[in-house]
């Protein structure tokens, strides 16, 4: 019974042993378990004590921060990468102003992105630099679907291949069922890529609307959305991305609302580091290796840590009652201690031997930088040309093979030194055979230009002077010395450089002490004599010390101190027209001979740089043509009979197109010409040519297709990128041109006729014609007016009609030189001075005295037609004339050759001013909206408000005894109303652009022309098409303005001059006729009978002269020696082209030589009834500019042009209509 009783409590005690054992046992797991999860917390408490202070942090500071990462998104996609950084500055700056808690080391990338999504995107192709990543958080943070800026296509092969394995659709706006598959991946929620995004008037395609706008609605418990006119569900994991290949596309705001505008521009330093990963892959592929590896190890081992990190916090967040029972989550701890150490282990490793093979890979950096610098270059062709067009992937390509290709060297300076020479010269050669002969200076001396400006040894404030001169700011100068060698243009050059240019401080001292000159290449500028003796004594200033800070001043020799680019500033500043020259020579010595010579391109070359994928694009000029070559080679290669040509044209593409699908299976050759004339077929003849690529496509690995096209807008641009382009012209200058006309002839055309020698003189004349008036035009105005593109069709025509009009053995001479003047040549000049000048040159060379013997062309004697009977001997002595056209044989002065190279600095210099961004700064500190708001502020002081006719002396608006107001005040009236026009336009624009800069008003791009034309010291478009016509820069243009205002006030003021300023009327044939009706009406003749005889006076009158005399009350001193006359007006203020005037003989002569334009003296125009001018007098043309022309007007005569002026010289008229002489009444300084 005893044993029965105590057995409860023996269980009890049993139970109590067990409960005890188990809780030992369970207290000994747990105190294991507990160390386990205290040393393997401990690894991550130091981490997580981190974040929580940086949680803390920015926790405090989140509102500032998602406000600014908020204001990114929405609005700085579309800028740069230097004025994204301004921008978000400004802003962080602003909330802490407000008192709003923002991070001052704030970035986009800390906020918005996530370092593992960033590896991520960076496997997927994403460039690694900053903005690249900043703008894949715009594409995917952005609540607007992204547009992105894609001139490279760098985000087009991003998104492909980050959104590949989603089922990306891929569509245009030119593909014919590109709704449906938009259609049908909003509903099974793909992602689409809508590629080639082109504004058609700045407006995208409405049909996009609702997509853009996402515009769903819930309809049935279904989310749907409108498309076309159907409603189709809407799938939430829709993405939809757009790209265009516009590289400053215009965007209208209500485009920009709609969408997010994102910059993926490829930036220098982004480019850079793509190519040196492409330079070291090919260099030491090893290291480019093991750095991809290390790479994706390190990426591997962080998202392992963050995964078990994850695991942690999930394992631990999910733990119920006791998280020492949680075993799973201890073993987890133990085995993620493990790991974590070894991954750390790993993690230290890798950055050490990622940083030794960063140390590695620097080396190579050079290459990089010189083929970021080269592409950039490259890049801004497309600007100069449409046809100019090259892609990265292209110069990529171009690029690697280069370096695979290049002498390999162990030594690794010796290698660099390789790979930078090889690399440019490869870029150089494969670039300039794609441009025109004019551009291919441009591309080598912007190429050696921004070389040496990436190196440093071109500063920014050189660069700009070089450009832009010294701006449009009209400074005080010092007073000109008193030195009969130095003029004020010279002086006032010299001052500017002084002042604005570090390298040339001193300029002025030494300008009138001691000789100064410089010598680049064959070019020496000297801007003072060098003889000492024609300098002033002058006392030695005591040396003065140096302030501290300052630099001590330059000594030494200035050919010595400057740098060749500096030297190029003194050419182009005291020598201008030897700037092409000079710019020669200056890549020559800095880059290498070979680039500035055009490429030797063949066929054969050109035909190994081509595929069957790749076509070849021959890029033509007018008269150039490049088929009877592409014959010759066809032939060479045994194709000739496996040619298919075609003229481009009106219905001729689907003719094109069969013969492409022909010949892309049995392995012909196809030549599509003149592809600028089916502008409508350029579309479908893109898609023909991307088929190409298509993997599927099966081509035969013969087939080749050829291309031609005068540079035009509408050439797909994705064909010229990716493909070989070469230029076609004809060959320039006399000798080239008379030697291609007589290639072309037969023996039995030339020797074989019944006129004997009178025949060949006649074709050989008309060849030689042919030749002057093609040639004439690179003279500019001085050679016509107007440019006509005569070409060989025009000779081949004047020939035949030559051939059919002798038949009979006869010379028909005015059927032949009128058919040939006026019909044959004469049918294309619309000019009626240039069709004087046409009928002049033809006289020189086809006219009665040409067939007299010993007749020369040319007052040398070196041009004349041979005496010869054979074809042979004729082209014999062509091959002997110079190869330089010497102007005499144009019937020009000497001073042409230096017109003709100032138009062409000019034009360099435009050209490349033209393409440069608008971010630099023109120096001197400021910054472009200080200069900008400046120069308004300082026009805007010189310009009077308005000209008040209320003003007006009295009587001079009082009618006379017949009840008629003077015709003058009339002109007088009418000038004042179109002044006042433009003073309004003027100063509207600069009070806005004032405001624009403040930030007040928007900067409309109208304003940012203005802008712009200010910082390139440009008369703004805005202005010149609201005033007269004027080729001056804005600082001269507005000192000019300032000139006519005080002309027209003085005269409303003071009554009319006894002078009147030709020069400074809006309309001078206003003023003329006024002066005629004048005439008209005091003696009541019909004004239609009157026209003026010119006078020269032996006195000169300069109107910057008039107005400071005017500013001194002196005015009055200057009219004392004027008769005003009886009849007609006197006129000052005329130039003279291609002429001067001789004060003694009281005639024209021929200009000094280097003295472009000389003045004209005061000319009494006198009104005369049935007037006839003297024929010995030169019947001058007097232009408004020396652009010469204009606009034709009803009159047949250019807008340009104002009156014709009879001229007494003592030379024929044929002697000053050859040379181009005119006069002026402005000129472009």
């Not at 660099?416 to 010269?425: A, N, P, Q, R, Y």
């Not at 182009?572 to 020259?581: G, H, L, M, N």
């Not at 334009?1157 to 007037?1171: A, Q």
């Not at 020396?1186 to 003592?1210: W, Y």
């Amino acid at each position: 019974m005893k044993s029965q009783s105590s057995r409860p409590a023996i269980e009890k005690s049993v139970n109590e042993k067990d409960t005890l054992t188990k809780n030992i046992e369970q207290t000994q797991s747990r105190l294991k378990r507990a160390a386990k999860l205290t040393t393997g917390l401990a690894d991550e408490q130091v981490r997580w004590a981190e974040s929580v202070k940086r949680f803390d942090d920015e926790v405090g500071n989140v509102v500032g921060n998602v406000f600014v990462a908020a204001a990114c998104v929405a609005y700085y996609g579309a800028f740069t990468s230097s004025y994204r950084e301004k921008l978000m500055q400004s802003w962080v700056d602003r909330c802490k102003e407000l008192k709003i808690p923002v991070s001052s080391d704030l970035s986009l990338i800390n906020v918005l992105a996530d370092p593992y999504e960033i590896r991520q995107w960076n496997e997927c192709g994403l460039p690694r630099d900053n903005v690249s990543t900043e703008n894949a958080v715009l594409v995917t943070r952005g609540r607007r679907w992204p547009l992105m800026i894609d001139p490279q296509e760098q985000a087009n092969r991003w998104i492909r291949s980050m959104e590949g394995r989603n089922g990306l659709k891929v569509i245009k706006l030119t593909d014919p069922n590109y709704l449906r598959t938009l259609e049908n991946a909003i509903r099974i929620g793909t992602p689409v890529l809508l590629e080639e995004v082109l504004c058609v008037g700045e407006q995208l395609d409405p049909s996009l609307e609702p997509v853009l706008l996402k515009q769903t609605f819930v309809q049935g418990g279904r989310l749907l959305i409108r498309l076309g006119d159907s409603d189709i569900d809407y799938d939430k994991n829709f993405r939809f991305y757009m790209t265009t290949k516009l590289s400053n596309p215009h965007y209208l705001p209500e485009v920009c609302i709609k969408v997010t505008i994102i910059n993926f521009t490829v930036t220098r330093s982004g480019l850079e580091d793509q190519l040196l990963s492409d330079v070291v892959k090919l260099e030491r592929e090893d290291l480019e290796q093991q750095r991809n590896e290390l790479i994706l190890d390190i990426n591997k081992a962080k998202n392992e840590l963050k995964k078990i990190e994850d695991t942690i916090l999930k394992l631990l967040f999910e733990s119920t009652g006791n998280i020492l029972d949680d075993e799973k989550l201890i073993e987890t701890l133990d085995a993620s201690k493990i790991t974590s150490a070894q991954i750390s282990k790993r993690l230290a490793e890798a950055e050490q031997t990622e940083l030794q093979i960063t140390t590695a890979r620097e080396k190579y950096r050079p290459v990089a930088t010189r083929g970021s610098v080269m592409y950039f270059v490259v890049a801004t062709l497309a600007e100069v040309d449409p046809m100019y067009q090259f892609s990265l992937k292209y110069f990529n390509q171009l690029f690697n093979l280069c370096i695979k290709n290049s002498p390999p060297s162990k030594d690794l300076e010796k290698r660099l030194e390789i790979l930078l020479k090889s690399t440019t010269s490869t870029i150089y050669t494969n670039v300039a055979r794609g441009l025109f002969e004019q551009h291919k200076l441009v591309f080598s001396f912007m190429l050696c230009a921004d070389i040496m400006r990436q190196a440093g040894t071109i500063s920014a404030t050189d660069w700009n002077y070089f450009l832009r001169g010294a701006g449009g700011v009209d400074k005080e100068r010092p007073a000109k010395p008193d030195l009969p060698w130095l003029s004020k243009a010279v002086w006032n050059t010299c001052f500017d450089m002084d002042d604005m240019l570090p390298a040339f401080k001193g300029l002025c001292r030494d300008l009138v002490t001691t000789p100064v000159h410089c010598k680049l290449g064959r070019w020496e500028v000297n801007v003072n004599p060098s003889n000492p003796g024609e300098y002033p004594v002058q006392d030695t200033p005591p040396p003065q010390p140096t302030p501290e800070g300052e630099a001590p001043p330059l000594v030494g020799h200035w050919d010595d101190r400057l740098s060749s680019f500096q030297k190029l500033i003194m050419v182009k500043a005291f020598r201008e027209e030897k700037v092409v020259f000079a710019a020669v020579d200056f890549v020559a010595e800095n880059l290498g001979q070979q680039f500035v010579e055009s490429p030797a391109v063949t066929l054969p070359t050109l035909y190994n740089d081509m595929s069957k994928n790749t076509p070849l694009v021959f890029i033509l000029s007018t008269g150039s043509d490049p088929m009877s070559s592409f014959l010759r080679f066809a032939k060479e290669m045994n194709y000739s009979d496996r040619i298919h040509s075609i003229s481009l044209g009106q219905g001729q593409g689907p003719v094109a197109e069969k013969m492409i699908e022909a010949a892309v299976k049995n392995g012909d050759w196809v030549f599509l010409q003149n592809c600028h004339l089916a502008a409508s077929w350029m579309l479908r003849m893109e898609n023909v040519i991307k088929g190409f690529s298509v993997s599927d496509t099966i081509i035969h690995s013969d087939f080749r297709l050829f291309l031609s096209s005068m540079p035009d807008k509408c050439f797909p641009v994705s064909v010229l990128q990716n493909s070989v382009k070469v230029t076609n012209e004809p060959p320039k200058g006399l000798k080239t041109n008379v030697k291609r006309a007589l290639s072309e002839f037969q023996p039995s055309f030339f020797e074989e006729h019944v006129l004997g020698v009178v025949w060949r003189k006649l074709v050989f004349g008309l060849c030689f014609f042919h030749a002057v008036i093609q040639e004439r035009k690179k003279f500019g105005p001085l050679g016509w007016n107007i440019k006509y593109e005569f070409n060989d069709s025009d000779r081949e025509c004047a020939l035949d009609n030559l051939k059919i009009f002798l038949e009979g053995g006869e010379l028909p001479w005015d059927a032949l030189t009128f058919i040939t003047g006026e019909i044959t040549y004469g049918g294309r000049v619309t000019d009626a001075w240039d069709q004087r000048c046409l009928r002049t040159m033809l006289r020189r060379f086809f006219s009665p005295p040409t067939l007299d013997t010993g007749y020369k062309y040319s007052p040398s004697g070196t041009y004349y037609p041979p005496e010869a009977d054979a074809l042979q001997v004729y082209k014999e002595y062509v091959d002997s004339l110079p190869f330089n056209d010497d102007p005499e044989i144009f019937g020009m002065h000497e001073n042409a050759n230096i017109a003709f190279q100032n138009q062409e600095s000019y034009a360099l210099v435009n050209t490349i001013l033209g393409v440069q961004p608008r971010m630099a700064s023109s120096g001197g500190g400021k910054t472009n909206d200080q200069i900008v708001y400046e120069l308004a502020e300082s026009i805007l002081g010189k310009v009077p408000e308005k000209l008040d006719l209320d003003k007006a002396m009295q009587g001079m608006f009082e009618p006379d005894a017949k009840g008629q107001i003077n015709s003058l005040s009339t002109v007088l009236s009418q000038e004042v109303d179109r002044f006042n026009k433009l003073l309004k336009v003027i100063k509207n624009s600069l009070r806005q652009i004032q405001k624009a800069i403040k930030g007040l008003v928007v900067m409309s791009e109208e304003l940012e022309k203005v802008y712009t034309s200010f910082i390139n010291n440009q008369v703004p478009r805005l202005w010149s098409n609201a005033a007269y016509p004027s080729l001056k820069p804005l600082s001269s243009w507005v000192k000019n303005l300032v000139l006519r205002l005080h002309f027209v006030e003085h005269w409303i003021e003071q009554g009319q001059p006894k002078s009147f300023w030709i020069s400074g009327f809006f309309f001078p044939q206003g003023f003329l006729t006024g002066a005629l009706q004048n005439h008209a009406r005091k003696y009541n003749l019909p004004i239609d009978e009157l026209s003026f005889k010119f006078v020269a006076l032996p006195m000169y009158r300069n109107q910057e002269e008039v107005y400071n005399a005017c500013q001194k009350k002196e005015e009055g001193k200057m009219d004392e020696a004027v008769v005003v006359p009886e009849d007609g007006v006197i006129v000052h203020g005329l130039f003279m082209d291609a002429m001067r005037w001789d004060d003694g003989s009281m005639e024209v002569a021929d200009a000094l030589p280097g003295e472009m334009n000389s003045s004209l003296p005061m000319m009494h125009m006198e009104p005369r009834r049935n007037y006839t001018p003297d024929p010995k007098c030169y019947n001058s043309p007097l232009y408004k500019t020396s652009a010469r022309a204009g606009v034709l007007s009803t009159t047949g005569h250019s807008t340009n042009f104002v009156v014709a002026v009879q001229l007494p010289s003592h030379q024929p008229q044929d002697y000053w209509i050859a040379k181009g002489a005119a006069l002026l009444c402005q000129l472009n300084e």
